[in-house]
């Protein structure tokens, strides 16, 4: 599965070196174009990275007033989430998506 990520990640490069005639182009080409792609996803985390400090000192209270009742903390915790239309994950979700191109890119580089 991964060599076809990255034998994907160097047809698309050498595609482009095709085209502009130089490895650097191409592979300055690839990145832009992926980071136009992932870019809609780029803003979503970044929303939800503002929207998680702006729940933080509402976490820190709830983690504050429950910490000798793990259970009640998380119910609280579930409920501010679900108040405050806030998915915890909606952070990472995206760099979870486009870590393997690069990574691929990066190996294909090495």
Request: glycine residues 4%.
């Amino acid at each position: 599965m991964w060599e076809v990520i990255k034998d994907w990640v160097f047809d698309v490069i050498q595609f482009f070196y095709n085209g502009v005639g130089d490895w650097g182009m191409a592979i300055i080409i690839i990145t832009i174009i992926f980071r136009i792609i992932v870019a809609p996803l780029v803003h979503k985390s970044t929303t939800a990275n503002f929207a998680m400090q702006k729940v933080q000192p509402l976490l820190q209270e709830i983690q504050t007033k429950f910490a000798d009742d793990p259970v009640r903390q998380r119910e609280e915790m579930q409920r501010l989430y679900a108040e405050t239309k806030f998915n915890p994950l909606a952070g990472c979700l995206p760099m979870l998506i486009q870590m393997p191109v690069f990574i691929a890119l990066y190996q294909v580089l090495y």
